[in-house]
């Protein structure tokens, strides 16, 4: 242990004679090669330095983009629900302008009114108007849309009238079919399903799928000649006459502006 010592405190001794021994010029390529080879060393901490700092940049214009498109995404969904609030007010502005146009065209002389009610039954028998007896109203007046026949007036008080639907088994209509010569009666089925039953036709009649189905106007009757009742779904024989199921041509599920038909032109 002793010799160890010893060799340390020699080799110690030749290494400061050493260092005393060299000249400045010596001491300062030492500092340089040391300064040289830790340059690459501190060149890289500068480096990550100025990369983390550009990271926290991109950070920060990622948060204001996710602002931004935030305030965009809002701003894009307050567009759209105004959009189509316009559309909605162009579909009634268009609807209320076909309406006065078929009024004004219509070769009847026409109440307008507006729905109360609908009945609380599952199928829509009945609804009320708000027409009555001081707006010239009657019993038994063809109540139509734009689009066709819904039914007619019944129970009618000065301000307020009842209308029996065309989809009700109880208001019977005489009817004719485009391009032949059947004729027939229709009325709403035994049991509601929004459709129309025209009966009384002939067997070979053979209806198809499409064709349109109008008032018949039967001298003394209610409903005058030539309004849109439905269109054909299906046609079946029976034994002694021929059936067909019709769809109503009036939108008779979302009423809301109707006519009264109190006469001729």
């Known amino acids: 242990m002793k010799k160890l010592q010893i060799a340390a405190l020699i080799l110690l001794a030749v290494a400061g004679l050493f260092f005393c021994l060299l000249g400045s010029g010596a001491l300062s390529w030492m ?23 550009s990271i926290g940049k ?7 983009l996710e602002t931004e498109c935030g305030r965009l995404d809002a701003e894009n969904r307050r567009l759209r629900a105004e959009n189509n609030g316009l559309r909605d007010l162009l579909e009634e502005n268009n609807h209320l ?73 109880n208001c019977k209509v005489a009817a004719k079919v485009e391009g032949t010569k059947e004729q027939g009666i229709c009325a709403g089925p035994r049991i509601g399903n929004g459709d129309l039953q025209l009966t009384f036709l002939s067997k070979l009649a053979d209806l198809q799928p499409g064709q349109k189905v109008y008032t018949a106007g039967v001298s003394g009757g209610v409903f005058p000649s030539g309004i849109a009742l439905g269109t054909v779904k299906k ?13 109503p041509a009036a939108d008779l599920d979302n009423l809301e502006e109707v006519f009264i038909v109190t006469g001729g032109k």
Do not use: C
């Open 31 to 53: 500092q340089s090669g040391l300064i040289g080879f830790l340059s690459p060393i501190s060149q890289s901490g500068h480096i990550v330095k100025s990369s983390l700092g």
């Open 97 to 169: 302008r076909q309406v006065l146009g078929y009024r004004e065209h219509s070769s009847f002389l026409l109440v307008p009114a507006t729905i109360l009610s609908h009945d609380s039954g599952v199928w829509w028998n009945t609804v009320k108007i708000n027409r009555g007896t001081k707006d010239g109203i009657a019993t038994d007046m063809p109540v139509i849309t734009d689009r066709g026949l819904i039914g007619k007036t019944t129970t009618v008080s000065e301000n307020i009238s009842e209308v029996l639907l065309i989809t009700d088994e």
């Open 235 to 247: 046609f079946h024989p029976r034994e002694l006459d021929g059936e067909a199921t019709l769809e």
């Open 58 to 64: 991109d950070l920060l214009t990622l948060d204001q």
